[in-house]
């Protein structure tokens, strides 16, 4: 394991001393100790000398050096200034490093649009690169973090990314579970979805108050081709699980009441077999795919019909 790599509590203890730095809770900022937890993330990324690897949460910069050892390029990105400082004085001047002082997210819903342009920038670079996420992600970004990189139309290859146990059960849920909900059905419509290991709360400093969870995800393009259109989809789970435990027609019949009308809700469902009494709860991604595309085809039919009509 690389020098850069020492990220023992001892030793972080005694970095951020001599920088005058205290770990900030409200940045969610607990550093992995266990050095084997650290060897274990980076082999699961596999790194290699076509990945654009995006970091979100630089901290001291241990893990960013190691991996810029294999990457192609390392785009680190961290909000913290005193901590960017900090990063930047251990990590040096790297030609394969972009270190990156600011906010991850533009708004919970989409990237900041000055780390887009460097994603796009490095991946321009070679045809054949590919993005990979890893990253020991701070609990209060994970999970736009995550479902935004899906969102968008980067060619991302894998995500590593250290979370909240509790956000890595969600993601993996499946129908009738309690954690089963719209990020569920996002992830796993597009994604193959993996807990690879539960963290304790000893492998961090400071210690966080919950377990968390190394996740492994990788695309899934069957599955996405699948879906009509994505940021309908996105929209459609996000408000069909608000209503999680209310009847499925009910549900869908307010959210589109603007749009359809009711038979047109009772059509679709009776086409897809789904009796009155279903839950979206109840229901697989794949399922929820297909009635959130035979919604939007209808929406569309119906606005072009009524378009037609006016002129």
């Known amino acids: 394991m690389t020098e850069a790599l020492r990220q023992t509590k001892t030793h972080l203890q005694d970095l951020l001393s001599q920088f005058g730095i205290n770990p900030r809770t409200d940045l969610g900022q607990n550093y992995l100790i266990d050095l084997n937890i650290i060897d274990f993330i980076v082999r ?82 070679d045809p054949s690169r590919r993005l990979k996420l890893v990253a020991n992600l701070p609990y209060n970004i994970a999970t736009p973090v995550v479902s935004n990189l899906v969102a968008t139309d980067i060619p991302w290859e894998r995500m590593i990314v250290t979370i909240q146990l509790e956000l890595g059960l969600r993601m993996q849920a499946r129908p009738g579970k309690s954690t089963y909900g719209a990020l569920s059905v996002w992830l796993q419509s597009q994604c193959y979805v993996k807990l690879l290991n539960k963290l304790p709360p000893s492998v961090f400093w400071p210690r966080p108050k919950v377990n968390s969870a190394v996740m492994k995800l990788v695309p899934n393009p069957k599955g996405r081709a699948q879906i009509a259109n994505r940021p309908f989809l996105q929209d459609f789970v996000r408000r069909l699980f608000h209503q999680r435990r209310k009847m499925l027609r009910s549900v869908l019949v307010g959210m589109y009441r603007k749009q359809i009308d009711k038979q047109v809700i009772d059509d679709i469902m009776t086409e897809m077999e789904l009796g009155e009494k279903t839950r979206a709860e109840e229901l697989q991604p794949q399922t929820l795919v297909e009635l959130s595309n035979r919604v939007y085809h209808r929406i569309n039919e119906s606005e072009t019909a009524s378009e037609t009509s006016e002129e």
């Open 44 to 125: 699961e990324a596999r790194i290699g000398p076509k990945d654009v690897i995006l970091e979100v949460g630089t901290g001291t910069g241990g893990m960013t050096a190691f991996m810029a050892e294999y990457a192609a390029h390392v785009i680190s990105v961290e909000l913290d200034r005193n901590m960017h400082a900090l990063a930047s004085a251990q990590l040096g001047d790297r030609p394969n490093l972009t270190l990156m002082r600011q906010d991850a997210l533009h708004n919970k819903n989409r990237f900041a649009p000055e780390v887009l342009a460097e994603i796009e920038k490095q991946l321009a670079v």
